[in-house]
C-alpha cells in the first residue's frame, strides 16, 4: 500500500516562502508522475503543479513564476518551493502520487492527508 507523507505548512505573511514535502513509501512499482493540489475552504480541489518520472513540469497559471516544483526521485520525495506567497495561496495542500504498486497493475492516484498553508495579508 503506498502512503504519502507530507510536510512543511504553516502560517506565513503574504510575500514570504514555504517549501512543502512529500515522502512516499510502501509497494511502489513504477511513478508515473507526483505532484501537488490544493483545496481553498468552500472551492474545489485543483492543481498547483506536478512533476513526472522523466522530470517534465507542468503548473497552474496562478503559481506560475512563483512555485518550483521538485523530485527526488530516488527517494521517492516531491518539493514544492513556493515564493512570494499571497493570501489566496491559502488552503490545504495534498500531495498525490500517480503509478503502479505492481508490474500487472492499473495505474491509479494515491493521496496524502494534506497540509494547511495560512497566508495573512
Known amino acids: 500500500q503506498v502512503q504519502l507523507v507530507e510536510s512543511g505548512g504553516g502560517l506565513v505573511q503574504a510575500g514570504g516562502s514555504l517549501r512543502l514535502s512529500c515522502a512516499a513509501s510502501?509497494?511502489?512499482?513504477?511513478?508515473?508522475?507526483m505532484g501537488w493540489y490544493r483545496q481553498a475552504p468552500g472551492k474545489q480541489r485543483e492543481l498547483v503543479a506536478t512533476?513526472?518520472?522523466?522530470?517534465?513540469?507542468n503548473y497552474a497559471d496562478s503559481v506560475k513564476g512563483r512555485f518550483t516544483i521538485s523530485a527526488a526521485n530516488a527517494k521517492n520525495t516531491v518539493y514544492l518551493q513556493m515564493n512570494d506567497l499571497r493570501p489566496e495561496d491559502t488552503g490545504v495542500y495534498y500531495c498525490?502520487?500517480?503509478?503502479?504498486?505492481?508490474?500487472?497493475?492499473?495505474?491509479?492516484?494515491?493521496w496524502g492527508k494534506g497540509t494547511l498553508v495560512t497566508v495573512s495579508s
Open positions: 498525490n502520487l500517480n503509478g503502479k504498486v505492481y508490474s500487472y497493475s492499473s495505474g491509479k492516484d494515491y
Open positions: 510502501g509497494i511502489i512499482f513504477r511513478i508515473n508522475a
Open positions: 512533476v513526472t518520472s522523466g522530470g517534465g513540469t
